[in-house]
């Protein structure tokens, strides 16, 4: 088992800053030289195109220089203003863009300024003076009175990556505002007012203020907009969208769609925050079209309100699944839309009288969760009108229902109240609360069906009902049972029966025992009852003693019980001892987890002592954590029995503390168990790969996939940062994880958009740190080495990949990916580079000198990841299996080289020996050296170059004396040895020379000195130093095919 010790800490101690692999807009290299700069010229006149002005400067400083628009200085737009040949450039607007209002020559154009095929573009106004004027009154006159313009979008993003846009203002556009589209990702509008305000009777109509279609991380934030059509429109194919701040004044709303007129629109990920909304015809709401042969259909997901206050609009939120459509069209041809996690919540204020009477209750905020659904309506509404005066609450008279509406009469409580809409075709139900505590409620049996009760109308309470089939809605019909509570099991009520018998027996004999003159009876009777009483016992007996199952078992650690504070107290050792375990896990930095700050972990853990029965149940599953780790800890003095006991009572309150609810500790919690279970593999109860998947899952739902400067604009630097590491380390197992077994990674490139952490230590920065500045690499830190390999986890995804061979394999592919390690491997700083350990400098550390070598075995194993697919061509004439060979003896060669000088100096005299540092790290480079040495067992070694195969040979015979000497502490050296024995057995079959002894550790004191000199930790089996009884070739090896093809070969030759 790859996890069987704590190999993998020294890569997690932390990270570095940025994107992985992607050059962004706020790169601060740019800063450390002279940026080219270019002021276009404005002609100063109205009837004169200033555009090819602006296209030459942008020419000329497009890549990677500033172009500048003074304050105080209009430049005319009368022909489509292209930024292309922007890459990495920035334009300061702070003078005036005006584009010309001749709407016959817009007529023809789709867009007025085009952001199109951009990498890296800051368009900001630094001075706060900058304006784009779309000039669009003669167009909406033109529109009002004829209506027969086609009018272009003002600011178009198109197929462009990092955009941002920034602190200006933009007016009266023509038509739309702004629009995203053409799979754009990163696009990001900051502190910016649009606002179309007409002069004459005809208002600016479809001024949208945002038109948000296929793209991905898209940001708004700190927005103001005043327009006549949507404030933001959520269009085919938007994902990750994130919204926080903006106030809308006479919009349409913070709409989803319109979707599905005649494809399938998607559309994902949403989520407002924040958001005022002023004289809308509704706060937000989603609009799909119906289905039938004239419309596609929709998928909607994840779509999130929270915090939106309603100040006088139409509706707070408005479903609406039958656009542009009547009713009876949506009656014959429903939507088949999917809608799912859909949340409205956090919603406050007031709304018109367009929906009067009152339809919603103003006890608090509501909050609406739309659970999965299929639905067609016309329109559905959920309208709030409190109106105040002098602190009372006042309801407009109740009027009839429309056929397309729900109206609840005033004090409606929604508190689980479950709706159905007439005409109505509800997959599901719609649920409403307005507050979180749950109350109990009597559960009335239904006495119609949910078509009826929607129309209000008797029901025989058939199946379909005759109502219902009257009007042929009867797949509409729909009757549920009341749920009854459930009945008590066979086993009590037969326990019960007996009971009862029993009593009923001694009452007779108690009967007969009071007749007088019947002795023998009496004596038969006493004897009777005093069984009768045994019986009695062994029953209550049993009720006591039978386990009180109170939750179902957990589907990771299965039926563990709950634990308590009382649970944890006992546990827990005494003040003295916990601290001195604490101290020595904090202090080894070669095993303690980047993700648990030092300083703030000491903070919470002295608030713990102060008052234990306020802690959180997660914290203290990471306490306990940290006490199964620091009590292992590999200096002669590890207490195993101990470190288990922790270990469990993290678990237990993992289960306490509702891990599975996403809260706040559940990732942390759940990632520092899995760092604990790594020192106990030889507890077989839980699946590390399964452990690891569940943390991935629960730190998705808790957003860790997403970069806080992005996403989660409300978090400190100090919790982004936190975030990274975490999300790092999730990266980081899930390459080993799928090393191990020979399985694909389960985290993507594209599922995640978090940078690497930064290259800093616990000292340099703490909870109130406003800006977190990254160490220089030119000296060897703790963090150094976690940042360049965060930098490599991406192209080692892309290598297993590859080597899996679910794609067919080219040898141009294998070198691109090769090309990407060694530029990796290149820009590794020297500090980091490997060198000799007995001429490293003595002030270097001991982990400096592990880290070095640790990845020289990782690009070495990536190196022989990228040629094993060419292996299985299974023949030496093919010039791609020749070459892959020899680069794969070589790249083995180069590693067993540097292991050997490791083991050497091990010894007795040399700078490793008895370091705990090196204890802990053997494990993880053992197995690097046999992922290496994999592909020399198929081939072995034949037709060696002459002049180096002396060489070669001793080589491979000092790793083979030296190796079996640890296989009893790792299994991977075990397994390296094996290897080395067969290849060299090849070696000297074909060669006269003599076969050398190679040591066997078999004998159990030996065996036992070994596990004393090199700790404690991650013990095997019995039958670990046997070779024969080694599993070849299972799910859990580090190779994964053809393993049996040489074994066999030469156990024939052996016969």
Known sequence: MLFQSVFFAPLLSLLAQGVAGTPTLHDHSLAHHKRATCTPKSAGS???????????????????????????????????????????????????????????????????????????????SPAGTGE???????????????????????????????????????????????????????????????????????????????????????????????????CVAFKAGCDQVTITDITCQGSHGLSVGSLGKTNTDTVTNVYVRNATMKGATKAAGIKIYPGGPDHGTAVVRNVTWDGVIVDNCGAAFEFDACYNEDESYCEQHPSTAQVSEIYVKNFSGKTSTKYAPTTGHNSGPMEVFLGIISIFSKQFSVLSQPIREHGLT??????????????????????????????????????????????????????????????????????????????????????????????????????????????????????LLSQPNQDQVATSCENLAAGVDRIRQAINYKAVMAPQVDQPPDIVFGSLAKATLEDVLAVLPSRQDSDNIVLTYLNARHIAVPFIHIHQFRRQYEAFWNNPGSANLLWASILFSVLAVGAIMPDGRGNHHQSSAFISMSARCLISGQYSTATEFSVEALAMHLHARCFHQEDRDINLSQLHALTVRIAQQRCYHVDGGDYLQALTPFQVEMRRRIWYYLQYYDVLLSLEHGLPPLIHEDTYCVGHPTNVTDDEFDEETKVIFASPVTEANAALPCVYMSRLLPILRNIIRHALGFKTCNYKGALFLKSQLEAWYRSIPLCLRVHSIKDTCLTNTTFTALQRILFQLIYNTGIALIYRPFLNIMSLENRYCETALDMSRKNALRSIEVYIEVDQEMQRGGRLYNDPQVKANL??????????????????????????????IHTLETAAQLWPTRSCVSSYALESSRLLQVILADIHSSTSIEHPIYPNISDSSQESALLQNFGTYGPRGDDACEFDNFPWNTTTMSDWVYAHFHIRRHATDET
């Open 394 to 511: 006042k309801t407009p008279p109740p009027r009839e229902a429309r056929a397309d509406e729900v109206i609840f009469p005033p004090e409606t409580d929604f508190d689980g109240f479950m709706i159905s809409l007439a005409y109505r075709n509800l997959g599901h139900i719609t649920k409403f609360r307005v507050s979180q505590t749950p109350r109990i409620k009597r559960n009335r049996p239904a006495v119609s069906c949910s078509t009826c009760r929607a129309r209000k109308q008797k029901c025989d309470r058939q199946q379909p009902c005759g109502p219902c089939q009257k009007r042929g809605v009867q797949n509409s019909c729909h009757l549920e049972p009341t749920s009854r509570p459930p009945a008590a099991s066979l086993a009590s009520r037969v326990d019960s029966r007996v009971q009862d018998e029993l009593r009923q027996m001694q009452s007779l004999l108690q009967s």
């Open 132 to 230: 784009i004027d779309g000039n669009g009154q003669a167009a909406w006159d033109r529109f009002g009175s004829v209506g027969d313009l086609k009018r272009p979008v003002m600011f178009a993003v198109e197929g462009s990556t990092d955009v941002e846009v920034n602190g200006f203002l933009m007016k009266n556009a023509q038509n739309v505002f702004v629009d995203i589209g053409s799979n754009s990702e990163r696009v990001k509008f900051l502190n910016m007012d649009l606002t179309a305000i007409s002069k004459s009777s005809y208002p600016p109509k479809n001024t949208d203020g945002f038109d948000i279609g296929a793209s991905k991380y898209t940001t708004l934030s700190n927005i103001f907009i005043q327009n006549e059509d949507d």
């Open 923 to 952: 494990p993880i480079n053992d197995f690097f050296i046999t992922m290496i040495m994999a592909p020399l067992e198929f081939f072995g070694c034949p037709n060696l170059p002459q002049s180096q195969k002396g060489y070669i």
């Open 46 to 124: 109205a009837s004169t195109d200033d555009v090819p002005t602006i296209v030459a400067a942008l020419k000329q400083c497009g890549n990677g220089g500033v172009i500048v628009f003074p304050k105080d200085t209009t430049y005319m737009i009368r022909t489509k203003l292209s930024l292309a040949g922007c890459t990495n450039c920035e334009i300061q607007l702070d003078g005036r863009l005006k584009l010309s209002d001749d709407y016959t020559f817009w007529n023809n154009s789709r867009t007025q300024i085009d952001v199109r095929g951009i990498n890296g573009l800051k368009f900001h």
